[in-house]
Each structure stands twice: as C-alpha cells, then as structure tokens.
C-alpha cells in the first residue's frame, strides 16, 4: 500500500487505453516491471474520477519508468470502459480505490489487482469486485475479474488489497479486505481464464467497527514468506473508536498465513515493512493519524511507531524501535493539532548504504499562514534503527520541489519508495491528492548517495496521461 493510502473526496475524468510502451524483447521478472524493460514503473488511481456521465466510477494508471526517471511519454490508462477489461464503468464503482502489484501468472510480467469497492454486483449493491489488470511487452493489457469466495457475507469487496507469496510455493497470493472483520487471502496461481487456487479467511482478533483500516505484505522473519499486517477499528467500553494491528506470519502451502496465531500490533491508517537497521529483517511501520502526537500536549498530530522485526516475527512490547511524532529529536517540525503526521508510509534504501529510509507523509501540515498544504518527512535508516540525522522536510515550497504550497494541496497524500532508474537507490514519489482544486497530482524525486533530492524533480496531473483535470484524487495508492 505499499502501503495504504489517505483518500480524498470526489472527481471527474475520462480516458481510454493510452500510448502504449516500447516492447521489451523478454520480461525481467523485476518487481513491479509491467512491460519487462527492466525497469520499475509506477501504477497510481484516481478513484473519483469521472468516466463521461458516471461519477466516481475512476481508473488507473501505470506510468512507465525509465534510466531517466517515471516517463508520462510512456504510459497506460485503464478503466472498466478499456478494451479487455471485464465490466462496465459506472458511477461511484471507485475503480482504483485500492491497488497491488504482483506477476500474478507467473509470466515475468508484473501485474496490477484494482479494487473497486463501490461496484454493484448484480442485485448487490456496493458488493465490490477486484480485476487484475496483465502486463505484457506492451504494458497493462486487457484483465480478468477476481471471484468473490462469499459475495453475500460482506459489501465492499477489493477496499484494501496487497500481494506477496504468504504460503512459499513460489507464487503470488493476494489479500482481498472487504467491510467485514476479515481478510480473504486468494492463492496463486491465478490465470487469464480466472482460476486461483484455494481461498482462505483471516479472521481479526475483535470485531472491525468500519472494517478493515490497511493492509499490506512484507518479509518481517526472512523466512522467504510474505507475512501480513492489518489494522482496523474497534469500540471501547467508553464507546470511543480505538485503533487496532495484527500481524500473522507467511506458513506453508496448506495454511497460507498462520491465522492461528494473531500477533498483536499497534493500530494505524497505514502500514509499511521494510529492513530500517539493514539486519536482514522487515520492521513494520504503523502510521496513525487518530493518535496523540505529544503526549504532554494531548495534541492528535498523530504518531509513528516502527516495530522491529526478527526471526520470530515482529518484536512488539513496551519498546518498539521507534516512536516518532514531530516532537521527537530530529524529526522536522513541531506536533501540531491535526497535522496528519503518519497519513502515509513507505520504507526502501534511497542512498544506497543497505538501511531503509523511512518516508513519512504529514498531509495536513500547514506552511506558513497556508493551511493543510501538506509535507513529506524522510528519515534516515542506520544500524542502531531510525536515524534524525540528516532527516529531510519536503513541501511544495522547498528549493526545486515543482509547484507552490497552498491551501488544502495535501501534499504527502501517499508516498512512495522504490527504485526505478536501477542505480541501486530508491526513488520517491508523493501524490497531492486536491492539487488543483481537487484535481490531484503527482512528484518525482530522484536519490542519489545524499538519499533523496530536489535536483530534477517533476510533477504531473492527469493531463500528462490524457485525461481531464477534473476532481478526482489522481495519484491515490501509488504502488508498483
């Protein structure tokens, strides 16, 4: 979801399959490479757009990346209108509200699931449906409908996604969350025609008062099995809403994940794993923007914490890694009313030391006398865990950040790391989900041995891929 994204409101746009990429002579089986060029590409959403007449029936987008950087020259635009794709757009389907990417066939090819919670299903009203869209030389190329395993027990099918390989057998498996107090965890392999293997339930702990929150997928143990994280919602005995996680740890083929044994987590509204301390162990990132930021001042700026990870799973307790509100030595700025610190997390190398950086959305910070323009905090990875030194503050109005912090940008929306010009450090890319009135767009910042810079950085809104600025949350869950 990746991390799991914080949404936006509502929108409009239009659009058809887009300029297709220059094939590549063999898939390079990379992550996230949805034309096999070798290169890590970049898949977003603009879930309320508007398709001509139907609001909020939104599409995705896959931006193509290159030695240079993400390239909008090469890019592919997908709804539930394309050619190929199963269904219909219609209004409030939310196509994209949720994204994961995997090769789920098998073919070196990285696919994309795209969840679509506010579909009807026949007479099922928000029953919600997921499709994987297939890579191929070409990029993002026609897509197959997910069967729903208990279409009655719940609405909103596809609300969170992730994908890893949580039983070890070599394929990717796909977490589907819905509006009840489970997760769906579909198993590979998945084809064309619309097979998968066999389908287990993860229940929570307690009962999911808005069902689940975030999911996402990450090798906490080493153990050469995804593990997943989630966090939901629960009611106290005082009836106040309160913010729950559990991990459950990749196990063998027969079981999937091992649901047998819930680890208990913080809770949070996003999630990201990956090796801060460079040990060999995924840390698990929990952002909560429901939480007091400064104890001492009651103020809900919101918090993260990092659990460390280990051959037993994730160390949690009294003392995890890290607990990091903007009052905490090194972070940048101050723990303010409302700031959002956390809405958005994302974890990989961008300097190329072998730590992960942590990067950090704060998408309701103020700049000035502007209001909620939004920033994006990276911290540093080191050995002894996450690192103030040398953390950098990204906003709008940062030297060589494109654009101008202004009201209600919400720039930090969502976040995220990965590396897509294959120098070994990790890129990062940041959605402003209500740029433009609400329209959304998208920054990209190349590393380099510093971590991340401000040398060359672009951005993008839904022009740059054919379609309409219009309303609509474009760049919502980044991913690939």
Do not use: C
């Not at 994309?112 to 190329?141: F, H, N, Q």
């Not at 047998?260 to 913080?266: G, I, Q, V, W």
């Not at 911290?379 to 202004?406: F, H």
């Not at 993008?460 to 600025?469: D, I, K, L, R, Y």
């Amino acid at each position: 979801m990746r991390t799991h994204a914080l949404f936006l409101t509502t929108a409009l746009a239009a659009g058809l399959l887009a300029a297709a990429p220059t094939a590549a002579a063999a898939p390079s089986g990379l992550s996230g490479d949805f034309n096999g060029d070798g290169h890590r590409d970049l898949a977003l959403a603009a879930p309320y757009a508007a398709l001509p007449g139907k609001g909020m029936s939104g599409y995705a987008a896959v931006v193509y990346g290159t030695s240079a950087g993400i390239s909008t020259a090469k890019r592919t635009v997908v709804h539930q209108d394309s050619t190929g794709v199963p269904g219909s757009a219609e209004a409030e389907d939310t196509f994209g509200a949720a994204l994961a990417v995997d090769d789920f066939n098998g073919d070196g090819y990285a696919d994309l699931a795209a969840g679509a919670p506010g579909e009807d299903v026949g007479s099922d009203g928000d029953g919600g449906s997921v499709t994987i869209l297939w890579g191929s030389a070409t990029g993002l190329r026609g897509g197959t409908t997910v069967k729903d395993p208990a279409a009655s027990a719940h609405d909103e099918f596809g609300r969170v996604l992730t994908a890893g390989d949580f039983d070890g057998d070599g394929r990717a498996d796909l977490a589907v969350g819905a509006s009840g107090s489970f997760v769906y965890v579909i198993k590979g392999g998945f084809t064309k025609a619309g097979a998968t293997g066999a389908v287990q339930k993860v229940g929570l702990p307690q009962k999911a008062k808005y069902g689940i929150d975030a999911v996402e997928a990450g090798e906490i143990n080493a153990d050469k099995r995804s593990d997943l994280v989630i966090t939901y919602r629960t009611t106290t005995s005082e009836g106040k809403d309160w913010s729950k996680g559990v991990a459950y740890l990749g196990s063998s083929a027969a079981k999937g994940v091992d649901a047998a044994t819930p680890r208990p987590l913080d809770g949070g509204t996003s999630i990201a794993i990956g090796d801060i301390n460079g040990d060999g162990y995924g840390e698990v990132a929990l952002g909560n923007t429901f939480e007091k930021g400064d104890e001492h001042s009651g103020s809900l700026g919101g918090k993260v914490v990092v659990i460390r990870g280990s051959e037993g799973g994730p160390v949690n307790g009294d003392i995890p890694m890290a607990r990091l509100t903007q009052s905490s030595p090194g972070v940048p700025g101050a723990d303010e009313e409302r700031d959002g610190f956390g809405g958005s997390l994302s974890i990989a190398d961008t300097n190329g030391d072998g730590y992960g950086e942590l990067a950090i959305g704060v998408v309701f910070e103020d700049s000035g006398e502007d209001e909620d323009t939004g920033s994006v905090v990276v911290m540093r990875g080191s050995a002894a865990g996450v690192s103030g030194t040398g953390a950098k503050n990204l906003t709008q109005s940062t030297s060589g950040v494109p654009g101008a912090a202004e009201d209600m940008d919400y720039f930090g929306s969502d976040v995220h790391l990965s590396d897509v010009t294959r120098d070994g450090r990790a890129d990062l890319a940041v959605t402003a989900g209500f740029e433009n009135e609400g329209a959304g767009a998208v920054w990209t910042l190349r590393s380099t041995t510093a971590g991340v810079s401000t040398t060359g950085a672009k951005s993008f809104g839904p022009s740059a891929v054919g379609m309409p600025t219009k309303y609509g949350a474009f760049g919502a869950n980044l991913a690939n």
